[in-house]
């Protein structure tokens, strides 16, 4: 299933895609897009029929905006240098185990909003990644399967960063990758049931139409079921936590001086296909 959440900021209702590409108003089915819905086979399974049923009420997607596609996120964990070829460009040797930061939940934003360049910035960078959306509760996995059976679903993300903010103002990371609306979530929250293979995608970003990223998640060094056991050794995972997985080769802190960072006016798009297609317009902040 594509699930997805449409209208204004901050007041979105839970909708679904269905497999004519018709938009259709969930609302009148569940309350909202969250973990507590991943985590309720119940309600899954009442979705599921009434998308079978074909009587959900047809959105007119003309003029809706498209939020995230997940409310009430817990957590958004990220992993740091997961693609062999990103790690090249970089050069960075490949960590040993995974490298592990957060960004704060309220830095989602959806998949068409405007994404603002931090006063002060000159190194704003694109990240692909795919995003893994937690639909049990996780701790101390035993194994990748186990550990991907766990996995609700999903979605598209932009890790946006800022890399002088995150390599040159000292301390971690977190200050170059928490910037407000830097990760862009959705269209649609994919359910597991349908990406047989997570490690099968591939990965496209444009800059001003221009390809930058082309990569696929065969070139992660840790795999999305090994990513998800490992870090539920450190902490747990709850229905609704979101795991962005890494980016591929293709960023502007790969290429060769000048390097091509963002600025105002600047459109970013990017896609995994099956899980949709994001677009952004830079701003200043």
Not at 87 to 115: H, L, N, Q, S, W
Not at 233 to 253: C, E, R, S
């Amino acid at each position: 299933m594509k699930l997805l959440r449409v209208g204004t900021a901050g007041a979105e209702r839970p909708a679904l895609l269905d497999a004519d590409g018709v938009l259709r108003d969930l609302s009148g089915v569940v309350d909202d897009i969250d973990g507590a819905l991943l985590a309720d086979e119940a309600a899954l399974d009442r979705v599921r029929a009434a998308a079978g049923a074909g009587d959900l009420p047809v959105l007119d997607a003309t003029g809706l905006r498209v939020g995230p596609p997940l409310a009430r996120i817990g957590k958004v964990v990220c992993i740091g240098l997961n693609y062999h070829d990103h790690a090249r460009e970089t050069g960075a040797e490949p960590p040993a185990e995974p490298v592990i930061f957060f960004k704060a939940p309220d830095t989602v934003v959806g998949p068409y909003d405007t994404v603002l360049v931090p006063r002060g910035s000159t190194k704003t960078d694109w990240e692909v990644e795919l995003a893994v959306v937690i639909g049990r509760t996780a701790r101390y996995l035993g194994s990748a399967e186990e550990a991907l059976a766990h996995v609700a679903g999903y979605a598209v993300a932009h890790d946006v960063s800022e890399r002088e903010f995150q390599i040159e103002r000292g301390g971690t990371w977190d200050k170059g990758k928490n910037c407000e609306t830097f990760n862009p979530l959705g269209p649609w929250l994919v359910t597991a049931d349908d990406v047989p293979d997570p490690q099968a995608l591939s990965l496209k970003l444009w800059v001003n139409g221009e390809l930058k990223q082309d990569g696929t998640t065969a070139e992660q060094i840790f795999p999305v079921g090994e990513v998800v056991r490992y870090v539920s050794q450190f902490m747990t995972l709850y229905p609704g936590d979101v795991i962005n997985t890494g980016t591929p080769a293709g960023v502007a802190l790969g290429r060769p001086e000048p390097k091509p960072f963002l600025r105002a006016g600047d459109v970013v798009e990017l896609e995994i296909p099956g899980l949709g297609r994001q677009r952004q317009e830079l701003k200043d902040a």
